[in-house]
């Protein structure tokens, strides 16, 4: 069984910084295209960024490029995405999950319980 665990979020000032983790269980996440995706209240989810299992990058938000970096730790079997120069925009449950044709394109499975990030003052 595919599971991942997101963790890393919580509130911080505009402008600040956070990690957030996707640990994967029962499965080699190196193997697989990993994606982060958001969802901010009342707003449909928004796909973020993915790494192919040959470290392939993908951007998919404009408003996050130059400021989300995705990296994968294949020894701690975990994906993390680094958020730099935060925007109270970027308030959302970020989730994690896995690209069901290892491309990072189409569509994803094996969601996370999604991480709370919230930018505030």
């Known amino acids: 069984q595919l599971q991942l665990v997101e963790s890393g979020g919580g509130l911080v000032q505009p402008g600040g910084s956070l990690r957030l983790s996707c640990a994967a269980s029962?499965?080699?996440?190196?193997?697989?295209?990993i994606g982060w995706s958001r969802q901010a209240p009342g707003k449909e989810r928004e796909g973020v960024s993915c790494i192919t299992s040959s470290g392939v990058i993908i951007d998919y938000a404009n408003s996050v490029k130059g400021r989300f970096t995705v990296s994968r730790d294949s020894a701690k079997n975990t994906v993390y995405l680094q958020m730099n120069s935060l925007k109270p925009e970027d308030t959302a449950v970020y989730y994690c999950?896995?690209?069901?044709?290892?491309?990072?394109?189409?569509?994803?499975?094996?969601w996370g319980q999604g991480t709370q990030v919230t930018v505030s003052s």
């Open positions: 029962g499965f080699t996440l190196a193997y697989y295209a």
């Open positions: 999950a896995v690209n069901n044709y290892g491309t990072c394109r189409g569509s994803f499975g094996s």
